[in-house]
C-alpha cells in the first residue's frame, strides 16, 4: 500500500478531482448545507462560512494523517465546483476504507459522479491498493444505490449500519492482479 505523500489532483476529460482549500470554503458551504443533497444524508449542516472552513480543515488534517483524500469535484472547463468524493475511515493496516461522495443536483444525472467514482477507484487500484471499500446510502438514495451496484458494489443485507438505521452498507472487495 503506498499512501501518497502530496495530495493527489485526478483528471478526467470532463472534471478535475483536486484537494480542497480554504478558498473554496462558499463553495463548500453551498453543497453541504443544500437542501435537497442533506433529505438523504444526517450529517451537521454547516451555519456559516467559517463551519465550512472548519470542514475543509478537518479534511486538509485527515489527509495528512493519512485517514482521508477528499476531492473537490471541479469542472474542467469552468472550475465549478459541483460536488466531493472522498476515502475516509482509511485503514491501511488492514487495507479498508468507506467512499462517499455528494454532487449538487443542478449538475446531477450528467454522468460526473459515475466519472469520479471510476476515477476514484482507478486511484486506489493505482495507489492505495486497499482492498475492501464499503459505502453508506440511505435506502431510499436509488441513485446511489445505482450508482455503487454500476461500480460493482454489493449490498450487505445481513448488516445494518448502527449509527443511521436508514442506511444500507455496500461493499466493494478489491483483488489485485
Not at 449538487?104 to 459522479?113: A, H, L, R, S
Not at 436509488?142 to 448502527?162: C, G, M, N, P, V
Amino acid at each position: 500500500m503506498n499512501y501518497p505523500t502530496i495530495f493527489p489532483e485526478l483528471s478526467t476529460e470532463r472534471l478535475t478531482l483536486r484537494q480542497l482549500s480554504l478558498k473554496d470554503k462558499r463553495a463548500i458551504f453551498k453543497l453541504r448545507s443544500n437542501k435537497s443533497i442533506n433529505k438523504l444524508i444526517t450529517r451537521e449542516t454547516p451555519k456559516n462560512l467559517n463551519d465550512a472552513e472548519a470542514f475543509i480543515q478537518t479534511c486538509l488534517d485527515g489527509f495528512e494523517t493519512e485517514n482521508c483524500v477528499f476531492w473537490a469535484i471541479q469542472l474542467a472547463k469552468t472550475n465549478t465546483i459541483v460536488g466531493t468524493i472522498d476515502l475516509h475511515a482509511i485503514d491501511l493496516e488492514n487495507s479498508y476504507a468507506e467512499i462517499s461522495y455528494e454532487l449538487n443536483p443542478d449538475y446531477q444525472k450528467e454522468g460526473f459522479m459515475d466519472e469520479s467514482m471510476k476515477t476514484v477507484l482507478e486511484f486506489n487500484t493505482d495507489t492505495l491498493q486497499l482492498k475492501t471499500i464499503e459505502a453508506f446510502t440511505h435506502q431510499n438514495n436509488s441513485d446511489s444505490t445505482a450508482l455503487l451496484e454500476k461500480h460493482q458494489f454489493i449490498l450487505q443485507s445481513d448488516r445494518k449500519d448502527d449509527l443511521f438505521e436508514d442506511n444500507h452498507i455496500f461493499r466493494l472487495d478489491i483483488t489485485q492482479e
